[in-house]
């Protein structure tokens, strides 16, 4: 049978023995702002406990640079599927009138002949 108690060890962040586990941010950057986020400019991510992962998560959720690159990110995929969109009327118009024509010309051949 396999033990399957957590892994207690030194949290990095209080320094408590407890329970730990990877912080790991749940974001990506756009631009330069990478460089100088706090959790992406670590060397490695920390082993944390409940309570400071938690406090963790709520710092990154929290944080005004991270929230405008989403929100950025957000408006760039709303205007691609917009124009995605757009794209796929503008072939299904440009099919329909190709049909057209096409029908068009095979009526025009059957009544001159």
Do not use: Y
């Not at 706090?38 to 998560?57: I, P, Y």
């Not at 760039?76 to 029908?103: W, Y």
Request: a negative charge; glycine letters at 6%; aromatic letters at 4%.
């Amino acid at each position: 049978m396999k033990d399957t108690a957590p892994v207690e060890a030194r949290c990095d962040h209080c320094k408590q023995p407890r329970p730990l586990f990877l912080f790991e941010p749940e974001h990506g950057h756009l631009g330069a702002g990478m460089f100088t986020c706090r959790w992406c400019s670590r060397d490695k991510q920390e082993l944390l406990c409940v309570r400071c992962w938690g406090a963790e998560k709520e710092r990154e959720e929290n944080d005004p640079s991270i929230n405008e690159d989403a929100e950025t990110m957000r408006k760039i995929c709303a205007t691609n599927a917009r124009i995605e969109e757009r794209r796929e009327a503008k072939a299904a118009a440009d099919r329909a009138v190709c049909e057209g024509i096409a029908a068009a010309t095979g009526e025009a051949g059957t009544t001159t002949k």
